[in-house]
């Protein structure tokens, strides 16, 4: 949520930084004038309810002084009407100025490219070189199929497309890569959370995925309840502090978990339909941060560095972008790409989106604390896959195969594999 005094006081600032993210400038004056029509129905309704307050003086006076009140009384009720009609006018006009404040996005920082597409978008850095292969690489569906460690159709007879199994070996590592994660995450000071995988429509909406979340029916909301199943671990990390005052002292807080996400991938159709790249569930370790504003841009590279040094202790080649202003998410004012190298696609593919939400999350979500002279401040938020587990098994099985279709375990997995230094066919 964007502060609204901020738009008041710079619309033309406003007008140029959300036009590079699709938002119409019309769209920004129509909310100025909700905003101007809510402050003067309060000026009204106060005047109108201290007139009440002061007919009311008048009655009594006149009662205690056995006088007739009748014209008081008479006028006490007419003033009451209006305040009455005038405050449900003001429910109106706030509501819809609050509804569309809430469609509004995050003001892209400066530096990050401007584009109204994902075209353009920044490299900052690539690390390692694409391994050169002697024989075609395959895909790593066919390798995972091949060896009998994933298994896509009978995931889709019984839950439908966009679904596996992992199985055996596939499992383990899976298991492994989590694992993986969730130490070196820790390790680098990040608690430990598991998190519940349901969360109510005040947490979507605190963390920026309602209303067009909802709207866009991105998710799976469960019927005839207030839950939604998480799309993310970073809604109820970041939901965690909801309507709190935070401690300042143990600013930065640090947060990472693991868990299932699910997503409908409504507007995806005919995009990766083979594969561990786009499924309706999958499993993903998170990091988020909460820090006082002056600290976010460097945790913001702290969190794309970590995120990084677990692809490089996995020797995965990979590269880190600067999203364009329209490509990244809703809430964020700046992301980092990390893409992975895949050999058979011959391209780099997103395995974590690295971003620094400033105080946009924090002001839907009520997150604060008192900065050293004792004033209420918004944190500011941080998100980071740290790292996509179903993308990275994909990864290691394309950037790690063999000929003869078997996959090499990255040395830094073999000890959560039990020594197994090799996946052959089963």
Same mark, same amino acid.
């Given at each position: 949520?964007?502060?609204?005094?901020?738009?008041?006081?710079?619309?033309? !600032? +406003?007008? /140029?930084?959300?036009?590079?993210?699709?938002?119409?400038?019309?769209? +920004?004056?129509?909310?100025?004038?909700?905003?101007?029509?809510?402050?003067?129905?309060?000026?009204?309704?106060?005047?109108?309810?201290?007139?009440?307050?002061?007919?009311?003086?008048?009655?009594?006076?006149?009662?205690?002084?056995?006088?007739?009140?009748?014209?008081?009384?008479?006028?006490?009720?007419? #003033?009451?009407? $209006?305040?009455?009609?005038?405050?449900?006018?003001?429910?109106?006009?706030?509501?819809?100025?609050?509804?569309?404040?809430?469609?509004?996005?995050? +003001?892209?920082?400066?530096?990050?490219? #401007?584009?109204?597409?994902?075209?353009?978008?920044?490299?900052?850095?690539?690390?390692?070189?694409?391994?050169?292969?002697?024989?075609?690489?395959?895909?790593? !569906?066919?390798?995972?199929?091949?060896?009998?460690?994933?298994?896509? $159709?009978?995931?889709?007879?019984?839950?439908?497309?966009?679904?596996?199994?992992?199985?055996?070996?596939?499992? %383990?590592?899976?298991?492994?890569?989590?694992?993986?994660?969730?130490?070196?995450? =820790?390790? &680098?000071?990040?608690?430990?959370?598991?998190?519940?995988?349901?969360?109510?429509?005040?947490?979507?909406?605190?963390?920026?995925?309602?209303?067009?979340?909802?709207?866009?029916? &991105?998710?799976?909301?469960?019927?005839?309840?207030?839950? @939604?199943?998480?799309?993310?671990?970073?809604?109820?990390?970041?939901?965690?502090?909801? *309507?709190?005052?935070?401690?300042?002292?143990?600013?930065?807080?640090?947060? @990472?978990?693991?868990?299932?996400?699910?997503?409908? /991938?409504?507007?995806?159709?005919?995009?990766?339909?083979?594969?561990?790249?786009?499924?309706?569930?999958?499993?993903?370790?998170?990091?988020?941060?909460?820090?006082?504003?002056?600290?976010? !841009?460097?945790?913001?590279? $702290?969190? =794309?560095?970590?995120?990084?040094?677990?692809?490089?202790?996995?020797?995965?080649?990979?590269?880190? +972008?600067?999203? @364009?202003?329209? *490509?990244?998410?809703?809430?964020? &004012?700046?992301?980092?790409?990390?893409?992975? !190298?895949?050999?058979?696609?011959?391209?780099?593919?997103?395995?974590?989106?690295?971003?620094?939400?400033?105080?946009? %999350?924090?002001?839907?979500?009520h997150i604060q604390y008192r900065d050293e002279n004792g004033k209420l401040q918004y944190v500011h938020t941080l998100n980071g896959s740290g790292l996509a587990v179903g993308r990275t098994v994909a990864a290691i099985l394309e950037n790690y195969q063999n000929e003869?279709?078997?996959?090499?375990?990255?040395?830094?997995?073999?000890?959560?594999?039990?020594?197994? =230094?090799?996946? @052959?066919?089963?």
């Open positions: 949520m964007l502060d609204m005094k901020m738009i008041r006081q710079n619309p033309d !600032w +406003i007008k /140029e930084k959300l036009a590079t993210r699709n938002i119409k400038p019309e769209t +920004i004056d129509e909310l100025i004038g909700y905003d101007q029509d809510r402050r003067d129905l309060i000026v009204k309704s106060e005047s109108l309810k201290a007139k009440k307050n002061d007919v009311s003086k008048k009655i009594a006076e006149a009662k205690r002084n056995k006088e007739d009140a009748s014209e008081a009384i008479e006028e006490m009720k007419q #003033v009451g009407k $209006e305040v009455k009609d005038l405050d449900a006018k003001l429910e109106v006009v706030e509501n819809k100025q609050h509804d569309l404040a809430a469609h509004l996005p995050n +003001i892209p920082a400066d530096g990050v490219p #401007v584009s109204l597409t994902e075209e353009g978008a920044v490299e900052l850095r690539k690390v390692g070189k694409p391994r050169e292969f002697s024989f075609a690489p395959k895909h790593h !569906w066919d390798l995972g199929e091949n060896l009998g460690i994933l298994d896509f $159709e009978a995931s889709a007879k019984v839950s439908g497309s966009r679904f596996v199994y992992y199985l055996g070996a596939g499992a %383990q590592l899976e298991r492994a890569v989590y694992n993986f994660y969730l130490d070196q995450n =820790t390790k &680098a000071g990040y608690k430990e959370v598991l998190p519940p995988y349901m969360v109510n429509d005040a947490s979507m909406y605190g963390t920026g995925q309602f209303p067009k979340f909802k709207e866009n029916k &991105a998710g799976f909301e469960i019927a005839d309840s207030d839950l @939604t199943m998480i799309p993310t671990a970073e809604v109820p990390l970041v939901n965690y502090y909801r *309507d709190e005052v935070m401690d300042a002292d143990k600013l930065p807080v640090k947060f @990472t978990a693991l868990t299932p996400a699910f997503r409908s /991938e409504a507007g995806s159709a005919g995009r990766d339909t083979r594969g561990l790249i786009r499924l309706h569930q999958f499993n993903k370790v998170e990091m988020v941060q909460f820090t006082k504003p002056d600290e976010s !841009w460097d945790a913001l590279e $702290e969190i =794309t560095s970590h995120a990084e040094k677990l692809l490089q202790m996995l020797e995965i080649p990979y590269h880190v +972008i600067t999203l @364009t202003t329209s *490509d990244m998410s809703f809430t964020a &004012a700046m992301t980092h790409d990390l893409e992975v !190298w895949m050999p058979a696609q011959g391209c780099y593919r997103e395995i974590s989106s690295c971003s620094n939400t400033t105080d946009f %999350q924090a002001r839907r979500a003869d279709g078997s996959i090499d375990i990255p040395k830094v997995l073999q000890p959560y594999m039990h020594g197994m =230094t090799k996946i @052959t066919k089963e």
